[in-house]
């Protein structure tokens, strides 16, 4: 089994510590992440949250709980490596926001530095992969929270994983353990940690596949030479940046990219949108 080591290599996540400009792509999934857990906060009367890695989307590190601080909720945020701990924190204090940051060793996910029964919701969004031992970070979800835990993981069953995996970006795939995209094998690990599953679906369902990239670096790696659609999407018109929506530099950003939502909003079984869809996710309650 490979050593998962991918996202440790600083290219991957240092540019977005400065450079907000994330594609349409990871804007999109932010939003439509961002309306579930507003949803779930909402119904289950969240006042405390851990999100445990705070990795696992592309993009910038760090700010996909930042709707449940403005929501009026406290946000636990867990680290691995105090550099990047510490730019997270400089993001939120750009938006007026100062979460929890807890920084432990990369070797520390099954012992996380929290009380048992402390929050309300401990989740996570698609770094299990990335983890030494995934499978005593989701034992500690369930420790330390004391009602819910939502974890979601890329989808394997669509087009852009395998796009992906087959010719698109072959190097990363050695570097992460992808036992982790099964959910079942997640259901299993939380059912054994003392978890009852209420719920599981597809999120993020937009109107193109999920590469993980730019759309021009997609075209290049693809072979696809084209001035018209190079410049389609690249330059100052092509800049999509959730934090410039979030610092109010882009009022108007959410209802530009929402416009793609039609799939993620029609009322189909989620079953049929697995197709499409790039993230899977299940909902359990801690049972004690």
Same mark, same amino acid.
């Given at each position: 089994m490979p050593q998962p080591t991918g996202y440790a290599q600083r290219h991957i996540w240092e540019p977005y510590l400065n450079n907000y400009?994330?594609?349409l792509g990871l804007v999109y999934e932010r939003f439509i992440l961002n309306d579930f857990l507003l949803d779930l906060k909402q119904q289950a009367d *969240?006042?405390?949250v851990l999100e445990a890695p705070i990795y696992g989307m592309a993009g910038v590190t760090g700010i996909n709980s930042i709707p449940l601080?403005?929501?009026g909720c406290r946000v636990i945020l867990v680290d691995d490596m105090a550099e990047r701990a &510490?730019?997270?924190?400089?993001?939120?204090n750009e938006l007026q926001a100062h979460p929890d940051i807890l920084t432990i060793d990369p070797d520390q996910w099954g012992a996380l530095p929290l009380p048992d029964n402390s929050v309300d919701l401990a989740w996570n969004w698609a770094a299990l992969w990335y983890l030494p031992d995934a499978a005593a970070l989701l034992r500690e979800l369930a420790r330390v929270s004391r009602h819910l835990v939502f974890v979601a993981m890329p989808n394997n069953l669509q087009v852009g994983?395998? *796009?992906?995996?087959?010719i698109l970006d072959r190097e990363f795939f050695p570097t992460v353990d992808e036992r982790w995209v099964n959910l079942g094998r997640i259901r299993r690990t939380l059912e054994g940690a003392g978890v009852r599953i209420l719920t599981t679906g597809v999120l993020d369902v =937009?109107?193109? =596949?999920d590469t993980v990239m730019p759309a021009g &670096?997609?075209?290049k790696r693809l072979g696809i030479r084209s001035k018209r659609l190079e410049r389609q999407f690249t330059g100052e018109n092509w800049s999509w940046s959730t934090m410039a929506y979030y610092t109010g530099r882009q009022p108007d950003l959410r209802d530009r990219v929402m416009r793609y939502a039609w799939l993620d909003r029609a009322r189909l079984p989620w079953q049929l949108k697995a197709i499409w869809a790039h993230h899977r996710w299940l909902l359990g309650e801690v049972q004690r």
């Open positions: 400009d994330e594609g *969240l006042r405390t601080a403005r929501a &510490e730019a997270v924190r400089r993001i939120w994983y395998w *796009l992906r995996k087959l =937009p109107p193109w =596949p &670096e997609v075209l």
